[in-house]
């Protein structure tokens, strides 16, 4: 991205082209520093565009359906004359830090439709394949005029949690399952669940799915109330990605929660709670850069290390040492 012009780029943005965002979403997912300068410097320049999307965090586990949902659900919307962008974070190759598998192949009806986006990301290593830079991708889709901005995640480990620390609502998409495997999914998962849809009701599942609803409705009754939900909320529902039924519903029920949360303040802080959480983040980030750049503090660090690992040196000592000797380069 040599010579390249931010204002320009800001302008290509704001007006919705598609090429402009892919080449704004490329350059903040870059790890250059003279990228990442030029990509502070093009959010800055968005900052003030004053569009908001809906953003709607998307998990599942692997074979649920989720691309069939999101591509059902997308075209759903795009029908209703809303812009839809996808950020899908793919299976990624640890050793090329590439994607292997193309979310475009596995939505092909809403990657040509024209009120739609689609951008898989690399995970490049990162907790539970949620590449680091989402938050800003998701900035840069909402500055596009983008309405509904959905970011899946693969769904493993703590990557949830992440992904929900930069949507509206969250959302969890699951299968006709038994009573045991309610058991399964995670109570840390189910806590910050808005909603739980069930897909796959059709066919000679849709009894399971009915009654893995009911499961999973009794369930949600039984956590905590949250300050951020109305009565009845978080709610289960069935959906049939295939047929596409269920759907209209439970987007009648993600707009009633968003609007409720926007007239009640929750919506306002709890975006402003993630913006202060993603500094946060960004200097924690900045920090461990800073260590893996310089050469002298890496060496302590690993020296450091070994000595924790042999039992010669207390973590909370190690640690001081590096943080001092940061400090020290800091002021040098």
Not at 144 to 156: N, P, Q, R
């Amino acid at each position: 991205m040599t010579g390249l012009d931010v204002a320009e780029l800001a302008r290509g943005v704001q007006a919705g082209e598609r090429r402009a965002l892919a080449r704004a979403i490329t350059l903040v997912e870059s790890r250059r520093a003279d990228h990442r300068a030029e990509a502070g410097a093009l959010l800055e320049a968005l900052a003030g565009s004053g569009r908001q999307a809906l953003r709607i965090g998307l998990s599942g586990t692997p074979g649920v359906g989720k691309s069939t949902f999101i591509e059902s659900f997308g075209m759903m919307l795009t029908a209703q004359g809303l812009r839809v962008a996808v950020l899908a974070v793919d299976p990624s190759s640890a050793r090329s830090g590439g994607s292997i598998l193309g979310d475009k192949t596995r939505m092909d009806r809403l990657s040509r439709d024209p009120r739609a986006f689609i951008r898989p990301s690399p995970s490049q290593a990162q907790l539970g394949g949620v590449a680091r830079r989402s938050r800003e991708a998701v900035a840069l889709c909402e500055a596009a005029g983008f309405d509904v901005v959905l970011i899946e995640t693969v769904g493993v480990g703590q990557s949830e949690t992440l992904v929900a620390g930069m949507a509206d609502l969250f959302v969890l998409l699951l299968a006709p399952a038994g009573g045991d495997e309610l058991q399964g999914v995670k109570r840390g998962i189910m806590e910050i669940a808005d909603l739980i849809l069930v897909n796959k009701a059709d066919g000679d599942l849709k009894p399971a799915a009915l009654r893995t609803v009911a499961d999973y409705a009794g369930a949600l009754r039984l956590l905590r109330k949250r300050v951020q939900d109305p009565e009845g909320f978080p709610k289960a529902l069935a959906v049939s990605a295939l047929e596409e039924a269920g759907l209209a519903a439970a987007w009648a029920e993600m707009k009633a929660l968003a609007d409720w949360r926007r007239a009640n303040g929750h919506f306002v802080r709890v975006r402003a709670e993630q913006a202060r959480a993603w500094f946060e983040d960004e200097v924690r980030q900045g920090l461990l850069a800073r260590l893996e750049r310089d050469a002298g503090l890496r060496a302590r660090m690993a020296a450091l290390g070994d000595a924790v690992e042999a039992g010669s040196a207390a973590p909370s000592r190690a640690a001081a040492e590096v943080l001092a000797a940061l400090e020290a380069a800091g002021q040098g």
